[in-house]
């Protein structure tokens, strides 16, 4: 059976206990830490208690990419990358998912595909880069990403493979799963519904199988070639008004992934 793990981004705006702990409540495997200005989300001692605590793994870590962590770990974007991978090999994880960098950082952009395969050789983790999605500001498209959004077309080992990404930018997810072969090593199991050319303004992440990208298709042909990747559940639950609601959409999120991961 492929590992089914889940992104601590899912519980938020809860602590990083609750991830673990809501993770272990709702049957998954692992966990993806996602690095933000919660120092504990930064010290593996602190990570390696709870993992302990809990039983379960740290698959992955998520560099601090996103522009509420602008500070985090300084303001260079290629030592949050090298310390996302240092934190990794303290926890035992094996991938450090990272999206494309903003065209705004022109240095680290330029640098940023020889950065990642560099990283990779050096410490023997998966630096999968995460499929992004074309903006648009007043209708008109705006190129925020360099080398791009697209991994499928960029010169790196490792990919990971965002389904609610896919829908907000207008592609076939199982397409993209395809086109990217072995190279696919890292899913964010999630849903959308549309793209910003058919009126969507943000990222959804909606529990699988709520929205309108082929997300069992994929699942099902991963598990059709025994896969060896990780799957990470990255859906958001702020809706949920209760804990048992919460639950109820990670239980939910974890059942279709096992569904259709089985062995065939």
């Known amino acids: 059976m492929i590992r089914i793990g889940m ?19 709702s049957g998954f495997d692992g966990v993806e830490i996602m690095v933000t200005r ?21 698959f992955s870590i998520h560099a601090p990419v ?102 907000l930018s207008g592609q076939d997810s199982l397409a993209m799963a395809t086109a990217l072969g072995e190279r696919l090593r890292h899913v964010h199991l999630c849903d959308g519904t549309g793209s910003f050319d058919e009126g969507r303004v943000f990222d959804e992440h909606l529990v699988p199988g709520r929205g309108t990208e082929p997300v069992a298709e994929v699942l099902r042909n991963l598990a059709a070639v025994n896969w060896d990747g990780t799957i990470v559940a990255e859906v958001n639950t702020r809706t949920a008004r209760t804990e048992p609601e919460r639950l109820a959409l990670l239980t939910e999120t974890l059942t279709f992934a096992r569904d259709h991961t089985r062995e065939l």
């Open 7 to 25: 992104s601590s981004t899912c519980v938020y705006p809860l602590g990083l206990e609750d991830s673990f702990r809501l993770a272990k409540q």
């Open 38 to 58: 919660d120092e504990a989300t930064q010290d593996a001692a602190a990570l390696t208690a709870l993992s302990e605590r809990y039983s379960l793994p740290i």
């Open 66 to 167: 996103l522009l509420l962590t602008h500070f985090v770990w300084g303001r260079d974007p290629r030592v949050k990358l090298e310390r996302s991978a240092e934190l990794a090999g303290l926890v035992g994880a094996s991938t450090v998912v990272v999206h494309p960098p903003f065209r705004w950082q022109a240095g680290y952009a330029e640098d940023f595909l020889d950065i990642v395969r560099e990283l990779g050789a050096g410490t023997g983790l998966q630096i999968a880069v995460e499929n992004m999605f074309p903006w648009k500001i007043g209708g008109r498209g705006v190129k925020a990403y360099s080398p791009g959004w697209d991994p499928t077309v960029m010169d790196c080992a490792a990919v990971t493979l965002d389904f609610s990404h896919c829908a």
